[in-house]
């Protein structure tokens, strides 16, 4: 049985049943009904100083319900909704991998045999399949403007998460479609799946939808939308469409107004500058569980956890889950999904605190104590 979609009767095990569960978590599914109807209370209380969250699942392989508790702006007292728009950060890289699906990349084609801007001999051997599953070696980002990007081990031997890895291979998603990577995913992803509410650089026509993000005392972060309204208020000045603009144009306008070459300052970016709402990322989700590849894992991390190609791998008991965390400044997302039974669940925050509320709001809902929690 699943919940009911109207009042979010979520299931919430007792400390006894939760400790059988533990022992033996075969049949019971991700996801589950008959929650008392105080968790919506109980939600608002574990939120401390997070404004709102956001939770959506997925029932029987398709889209299910999508509910918001709390506030996207305290100041003026919105509330979070299914149509809130987040800021996803690194949930974007499984729609940039899904993109590259689409795409239909050979995956065991090295980086540079696409975009050939690695000097280094041994980034040179890094592959598609190796960024996916983080596996490159490549560091999460660059510190340094200049910096060479070198692996720290051989690539495809173990497991360090890269962000750098995504945002090469959004150079590389532009260079074979010969589109930018906002284009690419809107006709990839976005606009075959529904997702009207969801792009890769904020827009600020919709700043009456979005979640605002705050700190871990619950002030709001300044300047959190600054980088794309700059850029997008170039585009304007200069008659030009942002969501046209490539690597090298929305890279030579970073340094011309004064940004950051890293990788990491620059929009829009692969790895985790997508802008979503809960009723399009749950379609989202529900799409992307239905790709068979992914549960195999290709990088180990530990007897539990992996990494397969663009979302981790963990495994509780004899089954299987795929997942991936969201973190930056002011907005702490999770996703988990068992393919294999059809379900998922999602939750969005926009506090800096918001890994105890999703970490909480999943154990409640599901029962299982997963593996992941432990290893972020």
């Known amino acids: 049985m699943f919940w009911n979609v109207t009042d979010l009767n979520f299931v919430r095990f007792n400390n006894m049943y939760r400790r059988a569960f533990l022992q033996s978590v075969a049949g019971v599914p991700l996801v589950q009904l008959d929650q008392p109807a105080s968790f919506e209370r109980d939600v608002l209380d574990w939120l401390g100083t997070v404004p709102g969250v956001l939770v959506g699942v997925v029932k029987d392989g398709k889209p299910g319900w ?39 990349l050979d995956l065991d084609r090295t980086l540079v045999s696409y975009v050939d801007d690695l000097k280094d001999p041994v980034a040179r051997t890094v592959t598609v399949r190796h960024v996916l599953s983080h596996s490159s070696g490549f560091p999460n980002w660059r510190s340094k403007e200049g910096e060479e990007l070198v692996p720290k081990f051989p690539p495809g031997t173990k497991f360090q998460y890269s962000g750098e890895g995504f ?68 585009a304007q000045k200069a008659g030009e469409r ?47 569980m239905r790709n068979p590849v992914l549960t195999k894992e290709e990088t180990r991390i530990n007897e539990n956890l992996g990494w397969g190609l663009g979302w981790g791998v963990e495994r509780v008991g004899n089954r299987e889950f795929l997942w991936q965390w969201g973190d930056n400044g002011g907005f702490k997302h999770i996703v988990f999904a068992e393919p294999g039974r059809g379900e998922g669940i999602f939750v969005f925050t926009n506090g800096d605190a918001g890994a105890k509320v999703y970490r909480q709001i999943v154990k409640s809902v599901s029962g299982v104590e997963h593996p992941a929690f432990a290893w972020l």
């Open 167 to 234: 945002f090469y291979l959004q150079r590389i998603l532009e260079k074979v479609s010969g589109k930018s990577i906002c284009e690419l995913v809107e006709d990839l992803v976005f606009r075959p799946l529904g997702m009207a509410s969801s792009c890769m650089a904020w827009r600020p026509e919709w700043m009456g939808r979005v979640a605002w993000p705050y700190d871990s005392k619950g002030v709001l972060r300044p300047n959190w939308d600054r980088p794309p309204r700059v850029l997008r208020g170039y």
């Open 66 to 104: 999508v509910k918001g508790l709390g506030l996207a702006k305290v100041e003026e007292k919105v509330a979070v909704g299914p149509e809130t728009i987040f800021h996803a950060a690194s949930l974007s890289k499984q729609v940039t991998a899904y993109a590259a699906f689409a795409l239909k």
């Open 242 to 288: 942002f969501e046209s603009w490539k690597y090298e144009r929305y890279s030579a306008v970073v340094k011309e107004v004064g940004g950051t070459m890293l990788p990491n300052g620059i929009v829009p970016n692969a790895a985790a500058s997508m802008v979503t709402s809960g009723a399009d990322y749950v379609k989202f989700l529900a799409a992307a």
